[in-house]
């Protein structure tokens, strides 16, 4: 007979059990025994190459918070693997830097879609397919910040794989073809500029995942280059607490929705 069957993911190093079907994907492991003070009862399940996770509970409910690396590819990997041991709702809670002269260093950013300039979600399906957030997550993250009274803007981010083939494209052979594209998002309205979303929204696509993703502006080299004012980066709280309450409404929207459900089937 054959030696029982394994579930434990080979990167994350979890198995069922493990985590919560509610995630939070911060890109730093650092960052995630931040968040996971906000959950009841954390504790810290393995922490593996760039993937640190904790699971606690909000509401009665498991959830989790695990860190996916720097970029497309290794937030692909976090979220399959998350994926095949049950979770379905993950929202980014990161850094970005502004695009906008109105988007201000420590606003919020709440992505509604993502410029696919990343290489990761190009071996998932065409460019021309849109990587968008999910409908009922954005809209929670979105009621978040506004009942909390946090300066946010809701909008289009740009993803990317080169993180200095934005800040210094000079120095690259592409230089033209990056700066023509920079101002090109630019003009269109891009707010801020990051380096995962696209990744999970087109994998919230593909797998039927809910995603979303919350950004504190860290940065804005636009208002630097007009010499407008740009206060010092104060941290993740805001972005943690609007993300800590989104998961609050959608654990407590699916228990309406199973109760409809349960009440129907009567």
Sequence with gaps: MGGAVTFLQYHIQCKPGDIGR??????????C???????????LVVSNREYTTFTGALDG??????????????????????????????IRVGTCGGMSPDVQINDLIIANAAIRFDGTSKEYIPVEFPAVASFPVLCALDAAALELGVRRHLGVVHCKDSFYGQHNPEKMPLCHELLNKWQAWRAAGALGSEMESSTLFILGSILKLRAGTVLAVAGNQVREE??????????????????????RTLIRDDRDENERGGMGNA
């Design 22 to 31: 509610y995630v939070l994907l911060p890109g730093d492991p650092g960052r």
């Design 33 to 43: 025994k931040e968040i996971a003070g906000y959950f009841n009862r954390p504790a």
């Design 61 to 90: 409910e498991p959830v989790s918070v695990v860190s996916t690396g720097i970029g497309g590819a290794s937030t692909a990997i976090a979220v399959e693997e998350l994926a095949n041991i049950g979770a379905d709702t993950f």
């Design 226 to 247: 007009l010499d407008l004012p740009n206060e010092a980066f104060s941290g993740m709280e805001n972005a943690i607490r609007v993300a800590i309450r989104t998961l």
